[in-house]
């Protein structure tokens, strides 16, 4: 079954979009994954990260970028092609040039990351698309336009991974809406973790109005300095600051996950996509960092995420069995 996991944090810089990088890159090249990655944030830095400037720039051009799916909805074209859009096999590791992958039969499957890309243009989208939610003709709810258009390409995935926007606007409510799990990544300080109260409460609500399945999976510490006081406050602290969020909607406090990435220039530069690097360990860095290899960081969040989702799934089927024993 496809997971798709949304990255979400309202504060710019905690490393959203390197991690979801990261583990798209853990998932497909070290774990045989297929992975697809959708980038909904105007910035676009994990579709830079992902094909570099020179494949973004002809995607743009040909309008084949999430931007173009939502100027459709507003402009009544059909520009964007979403089979036409997906780029398969990008990542700097990726091993079989990406000319040759579109000419691979169907039924060849192999581990890679494939990419939905983003463009600047998304930063128009966001009020255009405000315009289309109070006209009473527009063809598909504003919400649900990555659900009709992009959602039916995830069957092929194992693993869909969004890079959000640090805001909640439509954009990234089109996110969650086809999300099972959304991840918190935060630096451990109050900067950071100051908005997930907001993202926490925001989710609730369409969760309940628009009736989603979307739960929050977990939190990830990043650009973590285990000598700095700031931080250790903010971690002493995190626990009781995410119980009081969720509670009040009767979830459950999600875990903080073990693994924390650590600040480090090779995690920084680790997804720039010019750079040229041999294979995984190469280019998440070989140097020790806080007691382990740098590039020892992907994997083990990779496992501990695995591990989480079997948890969820094995939750599912109990509250299932349980529902169905209670009919009987
Ligand atoms: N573990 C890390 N150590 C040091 N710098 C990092 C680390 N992770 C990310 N960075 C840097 O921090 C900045 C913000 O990261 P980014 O992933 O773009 O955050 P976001 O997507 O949340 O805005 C970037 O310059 C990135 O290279
Ligand atoms: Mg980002």
């Given amino acids: 079954m496809t997971k798709v996991l949304s990255f979400i944090n309202l504060k710019g810089g905690v490393a959203k979009t390197t991690t979801a990088v990261m583990l798209a890159d853990t998932l497909a090249i070290l774990g045989q994954k297929r992975v697809l990655v959708l980038d909904l944030d105007p910035q676009t830095n994990a579709t830079l990260a992902l094909i570099g400037e020179?494949?973004?720039?002809?995607?743009?051009?040909?309008?084949?970028?999430?931007?173009?799916?939502?100027?459709?909805?507003?402009?009544?074209?059909?520009?964007?092609?979403?089979?036409?859009?997906?780029?398969?096999?990008?990542?700097?590791l990726n091993l079989i040039r990406h000319e040759l992958i579109d000419q691979l039969p169907d039924d060849v499957q192999y581990g890679r990351v494939d990419l939905l890309?983003?463009?600047?243009?998304?930063?128009?989208?966001?009020?255009?698309?405000?315009?289309?939610?109070?006209?009473?003709?527009?063809?598909?709810?504003?919400?649900?336009?990555?659900?009709?258009?992009?959602?039916?390409?995830?069957?092929?995935?194992?693993?869909?991974?969004?890079?959000?926007?640090?805001?909640?606007?439509?954009?990234?409510?089109?996110?969650?809406?086809?999300?099972?799990?959304?991840?918190?990544?935060?630096?451990?300080?109050?900067?950071?973790?100051?908005?997930?109260?907001?993202?926490?409460?925001?989710?609730?609500?369409?969760?309940?109005?628009?009736?989603?399945?979307?739960?929050?999976?977990?939190?990830?510490?990043?650009?973590?300095?285990?000598?700095?006081?700031?931080?250790?406050?903010?971690?002493?602290?995190?626990?009781?600051?995410?119980?009081?969020?969720?509670?009040?909607?009767?979830?459950?406090?999600?875990?903080?996950?073990?693994?924390?990435l650590p600040q480090t220039n090779a995690l920084a530069e680790a997804v720039i996509y010019e750079r040229k690097v041999a294979n995984y360990r190469e280019k998440y860095g070989t140097g020790q960092v806080g007691g382990q290899a740098a590039y020892k960081y992907g994997p083990d969040l990779a496992d501990e995420l695995e591990e989480l989702l079997s948890f969820h799934d094995l939750q599912g089927s109990l509250d299932e069995h349980v529902l169905h024993a209670t009919h009987r």
Wanted: charged content about 20%.
């Fill in 117 to 260: 890309p983003s463009s600047i243009r998304l930063i128009d989208v966001q009020d255009r698309m405000q315009d289309i939610s109070t006209r009473s003709h527009y063809a598909v709810s504003p919400m649900e336009v990555v659900r009709k258009f992009i959602a039916p390409l995830f069957t092929a995935y194992d693993y869909v991974l969004i890079d959000c926007p640090p805001n909640l606007g439509f954009v990234t409510l089109n996110g969650l809406e086809v999300s099972d799990h959304y991840l918190i990544p935060t630096i451990p300080d109050r900067m950071s973790t100051y908005g997930v109260p907001q993202i926490v409460n925001r989710v609730a609500d369409v969760k309940a109005k628009r009736n989603l399945k979307i739960s929050c999976l977990g939190v990830i510490i990043t650009k973590y300095q285990s000598n700095s006081s700031t931080q250790k406050r903010g971690l002493e602290r995190l626990p009781t600051d995410l119980e009081t969020a969720f509670a009040p909607h009767g979830e459950p406090t999600p875990p903080i996950l073990k693994t924390r």
């Fill in 54 to 92: 020179e494949r973004w720039m002809q995607a743009d051009d040909a309008g084949q970028t999430l931007a173009q799916l939502f100027l459709d909805q507003v402009n009544g074209t059909a520009i964007f092609d979403p089979a036409r859009a997906v780029i398969r096999g990008a990542s700097n």
